[in-house]
Every structure is written in structure tokens, then in C-alpha cells.
């Protein structure tokens, strides 16, 4: 590759080949600044009770333990990790690192970052006629389009009859009302959406012939009841069983996923017993989760989570219950499916009525998105990026604005690409919905997130990066059926954009790392996948810089980026360890590994269809 790289004397504009440069010096520099650094790199913990000074011990192979002296300042840096309490005496920790190598990733990161923007701002290639390129320039400024749409999803309506009490207790209870959740008031809504997705991963209950109901009940109904602790309500399967051996374990048959209060409640005993011990096997956890929803379940029939009315919250509490029947994510699902639909008949048809309807599907997804973002920053006051769930939206919501911005500012725009960008989004708006979606869509932010700097800058960076490597993969695709110049570059350009940003919101990442837990990078599984990301996509840009592949393979090897950015986004998250195990999402597995069978069929099919196309050409 170094042979093979533009040299920067003897070429004529050579210079501008510093960036290559560059680029590689930051990374011989991360590389060999990090192996010596280990070897220098020291790690104390310390311990200070009450008012006394803070003690640093250093552990030995032998797990030995002897006092150390720790500096202050460079190159020492000590980061407070919390409070234990040990034998009645309150304990604080703290970690002290000695590392006189730590500004090599920060060296590293601010000259690989200006390497590429020279390099892809200095252009290698020799410059275009001017007025070549101002004439491929729109002439006058588009209007951007604003639709709104007027799809709002109403609760499900139900039969129920009420007593007089309840009656005049619904007449009288305003849409607002909180409940203390912890140390923080929550809509009662919000509060019931969550408790009853605990119990049985629902947001509303269906009624059973035996029950005194019919048709759905919302979430606030059934909490109502339990609160009330009216006697039918005990005999009511609210809570799911998610394995086979605890049924059979707890003697329950098979056919009864959803189980009652009063059948659990025999078994309280041995849910006590199976709960209490020390191992992370799968069903002592699924036994630990029911235990806690009937501890959960008691402490509504004991009324011990107190309710009041905020006047100061009422706008904001009205808002998050409008959220939560508005139901965006299922309207932008509908509307990219039908966006879907409509360029693939316009694919057939070729009229240019159906593509502006299905650009405007686009348009309608994005906005739909969009005010659902908006809505979610002004009831959390936070960036809504905190969770996968949201973060999924957000990646699709790219995918859409690209798909629009391209229909209003690209005059020679490739019309086959609406098809399959619409449809990932969709498949991602599916995901978040019908998979990712919590039944508390407020949840609390984890601690570890509590950064508003950070959390817009790395995780919007990183939502870009994984956008722009989806829309590459979706690219190969179309350009290993259908290959064209223009499809190639840009598969190409795709490509850039998605390995620029996912490098930068890697390397942001890593800074917040540093900042908020005293490390630039500790091999986290999520970090890793990340770093898989970056790695694969510069494998693929060096391979076709390099001259080493031709078009159709690396079209090939672009397909595969949709997967791979799949699994280190969503496979990672199965794992459920690390300091990013918050985004861990269980059901899953199946939904992910029907996606990456599906779309390995289609690349070897797409791959085979290329090969006897060059083959008899």
C-alpha cells in the first residue's frame, strides 16, 4: 500500500498528498505510543474513610498489597468512583492511574482528523473545468418542503363497565396526575406503560373470557385495579413466563405463558429460594425478574407509590401522555413502508407522479420523526439519545432526509436507490417499534450518560457514521445488480462519509471515556464494535485506493456493511456486559438473525447474478 500510495516529491501537485501521510504517521503513532505506554501505565486504587487522607494501594501478580505515594498532576490523574458502605463506616474510592503516555490518543485523534479533512478537502485527483461544474449547479435555491403528518394512532377503544365510584373518580382524576417513581414524579400513564411491560411486555391487556372485561385495556386501567385491589384482579394473567424450565420448575404448565398473581403466589417461596442465588444463569435471572414483579405488583396494592398533581408539570406531563398514544414510531414505520411501496410500483410505471409521492412519503417520515425528536427533548430536557430505542429512530430519520435531500438537490440523482433506502429504514422503524420499544418510553437516563456535551456530540457523530455506512451497503447493492459509473462513485463517496464520521464519533467516544471514567479506551464490547466498523470500512477504502480489487469486488464487499454495522450496532447489545450494557435489549436475537440470513441470501444471489453478467461479457 505504502508503494503504490501518490508520492508527495516528483508528482506534480504532490502536495497534496500530505493527507495520506498523515493519516498513517497518527496511526503509527497510536500504535507504538500505546505499547510503550503499557508498559509505563500504573493503576492505584485508594480508599478514604470520613475525613481522613486518601490511602492508594498497588497490587501486585501476587495479589499482594503494599502503600503507594500518588502525585499530583500530570502524569497522574485520579477519578472518584463512588461510596461503599463497610461495616457502618461510609468509604469512598478512588482510582489513580499514572500514565505518561496518555496525550498519545489525543495526538493521534487531532492529527488523523486533519490529515482527512485535508485529503478529502485538497482533492488528489486533478481539479474539474469550472465551468463544467457550474453548470451542474442548481440554477435557483429549492424551497424546502415542511409536511406534517396528520396520522395520529387514538387508544384502542374497549368495553368496560365502571362502578359509580370509578366513575366519579374518572371525572375527577386530571390527565396529569404524577406518581413518585424512585425520587422523581412520572405521569401516572407513563408509570403504567412501564409496570405493565414488566409484567407481561405490553402496553395494554386483552381481555380473557373468564375476565370481567372486554376488548383492551390501557395500561392505567389495569394499574387502577391493582391498586384498588379488587379480588378479580389477583386471577388475571398479567405476568409472562419467558422460559420453559421455570415453568417447569414452579410446576406451572407449559401452555400457560401468562400466569396470575394467585399462581405465582403459591410459589412465592420457591421463587425466594431459586432467586437467591449467586449465578447469572438464564433462568435464575428469569426467576429474579418475576420475583420482582410481584414484589412490584404488592407494593401497587399497598398504594407505596404516593400520587399529588404539579401545576408547574401539568404542561409537560400532558405532553408525555399525547406522546405516548400518539405512537410516532408506528406512523413513521407506515409511512416508510408505503414511501417503500410507491417507488418500487414507480420502478414499473416510471411516472413521475409516483416518484414525488414516494419522496413524499420520505418527506412525511422525516418530519413525523422530527417532531417526534422534538417532543422527546422538550419532555426529558436532554438530548434524546440516550438509548437504542432512540437512537434507531434517529439512524432512520438519516436514511429518510437523505433519501428527500437528494430528490430536491440532486439533479442527477440514481432513482433506484429509493427503494432500497426507504425499505432499511423501514426495517429499522420496525425494529424500534416492534422490538426495541419500551412500555416507559421516559425511562431514566443511566448515570453514566449524564454528559448533554457528550452524549449530542458522540452519539449524533456515531448515528451519522452508521447511517452513512447502511446507505453504502444499501448502495453496493444496487450497483452489484445493476453496475454503473455513477452508482460507483457513489458507493464510493457513501463509503467516505460513513468511515469520516464513524472514526470521529469513535474518537469522541473515546475522549468521553476518558472524561467521565479515567480511560480513552478499555476494549468494551460496544467499543470494539465500533472499532470493528472503522476498521472494515478502511480495510475497504485502502483495498480499492490501493488498486488491489476492481468495482464488482468492492461492491461486494460494501454489501456486507449493512451486517456488519447490524452486529457490532445490535449483536454487541445481546452480550449485556460491559459499560455499555444499558442498551442491552433482550428478544432480539431471532428478529437479528432473520435479517442477516435474509440478507446474505440476497448478496450471494446479487454476487452470482454479477459473475455470470462479467463472465459472458
Request: charge should be neutral; include cysteine.
Amino acid at each position: 500500500m505504502m508503494y503504490r500510495m501518490p508520492k508527495v516529491c516528483g508528482v506534480k501537485g504532490g502536495w497534496r498528498n500530505l493527507g495520506l501521510y498523515g493519516m498513517h504517521i497518527a496511526l503509527l503513532i497510536l500504535l507504538v505510543g500505546s505499547l510503550v505506554g503499557s508498559e509505563f501505565r500504573q493503576e492505584y486504587n485508594g480508599f478514604a474513610a470520613a475525613e481522613k487522607p486518601i490511602t492508594y494501594y498497588a497490587v501486585d501478580d501476587s495479589l499482594n498489597t503494599s502503600a503507594v505515594e500518588v502525585g499530583e498532576g500530570y502524569p497522574y490523574f485520579t477519578f472518584y468512583k463512588g461510596q461503599v458502605d463497610m461495616f457502618g463506616v461510609q468509604v469512598d474510592l478512588y482510582t489513580a492511574t499514572y500514565d505518561p503516555f496518555k496525550f498519545v490518543p489525543y495526538v493521534f485523534s487531532v492529527l488523523f482528523l486533519l490529515s482527512l479533512v485535508f485529503h478529502y478537502v485538497v482533492r488528489v485527483r486533478p481539479r474539474r473545468n469550472v465551468a463544467t461544474q457550474a453548470s451542474g449547479l442548481p440554477k435557483a435555491p429549492l424551497a424546502l418542503l415542511l409536511v406534517t403528518a396528520g396520522l395520529f394512532c387514538s387508544p384502542s377503544a374497549y368495553a368496560y363497565e365502571l362502578t359509580e365510584e370509578e366513575i366519579e373518580y374518572e371525572r375527577n382524576r386530571p390527565s396529569q396526575d404524577l406518581i413518585l417513581v424512585g425520587e422523581t414524579y412520572r405521569p401516572y400513564d407513563s408509570f403504567a406503560r412501564g409496570v405493565l411491560d414488566d409484567f407481561s411486555g405490553r402496553v395494554t391487556y386483552k381481555c380473557l373470557p373468564a375476565d370481567a372485561c372486554q376488548g383492551k385495556m390501557p395500561a392505567w386501567k389495569v394499574v387502577d385495579e391493582i391498586r384498588f385491589n379488587y379480588n378479580y384482579v389477583n386471577d388475571r394473567r398479567l405476568f409472562k413466563v419467558l422460559r420453559a424450565d421455570v415453568q417447569h420448575a414452579l410446576n406451572i404448565p407449559e401452555s400457560d405463558r401468562y400466569v396470575s398473581y394467585n399462581q405465582l403466589k403459591k410459589y412465592r417461596n420457591e421463587l425466594e429460594v431459586y432467586a437467591s442465588r449467586k449465578n447469572d444463569y438464564p433462568a435464575t435471572l428469569e426467576i429474579q425478574r418475576l420475583l420482582k414483579n410481584v414484589q412490584l405488583y404488592e407494593a401497587i396494592q399497598q398504594d407505596a407509590f404516593p400520587m399529588r398533581v404539579d401545576e408547574l408539570y401539568e404542561t409537560k406531563a400532558s405532553t408525555e401522555v399525547f406522546y405516548n398514544n400518539a405512537n410516532f414510531a408506528l406512523i413513521a414505520f407506515i409511512l416508510a413502508f408505503l414511501g417503500c411501496i410507491l417507488a418500487a410500483v414507480n420502478s414499473i410505471f416510471k411516472k413521475r407522479s409516483l416518484d414525488i409521492a414516494a419522496n413524499f412519503m420520505a418527506a412525511a417520515t422525516t418530519t413525523t420523526l422530527t417532531i417526534a425528536f422534538a417532543l422527546r427533548f422538550y419532555i426529558a430536557a436532554r438530548p434524546p439519545l440516550s438509548s437504542l430505542y432512540e437512537i434507531v429512530l434517529l439512524v432512520a430519520l438519516l436514511l429518510e432526509a437523505f433519501e428527500f435531500g437528494a430528490f430536491l438537490f440532486c439533479r442527477k440523482r440514481t432513482f433506484s436507490l429509493i427503494i432500497p433506502v426507504t425499505l432499511m429504514a423501514a426495517v429499522l422503524l420496525f425494529f424500534a417499534k416492534f422490538i426495541l420499544e419500551p412500555g416507559d418510553l421516559f425511562q431514566p437516563i443511566p448515570a453514566v450518560l449524564n454528559s448533554g456535551v457528550f452524549l449530542t456530540l458522540h452519539v449524533f457523530t456515531i448515528a451519522l457514521g452508521f447511517a452513512g455506512m447502511i446507505l453504502s451497503g444499501v448502495v453496493a447493492h444496487v450497483a452489484l445488480f445493476r453496475p454503473t459509473e455513477a452508482r460507483n462513485k457513489l458507493l464510493f463517496g457513501t463509503l467516505i462519509f460513513g468511515a469520516g464520521f464513524s472514526i470521529l464519533g469513535t474518537l469522541l467516544g473515546g475522549v468521553w471515556a476518558d472524561y467521565a471514567w479515567g480511560r480513552f479506551w478499555g476494549f468494551d464490547p460496544k467499543e470494539c464494535g465500533a472499532l470493528f466498523v472503522c476498521l472494515w470500512a478502511m480495510l475497504a477504502l485502502h483495498l480499492r485506493g490501493g488498486r488491489l480489487v476492481n468495482e464488482r469486488t468492492f461492491a461486494l464487499m460494501n454489501c456486507f456493511n449493512v451486517i456488519i454495522t447490524f452486529l457490532c450496532w445490535f449483536g454487541v447489545n445481546l452480550l449485556g456486559v460491559g459499560l455499555h450494557s444499558y442498551g442491552f435489549q433482550t428478544g432480539t436475537v431471532m428478529w437479528l438473525g432473520g435479517f442477516v440470513l435474509a440478507d446474505s441470501l440476497i448478496i450471494f444471489a446479487l454476487s452470482r447474478h454479477s459473475y455470470l453478467i462479467t463472465r459472458n461479457s
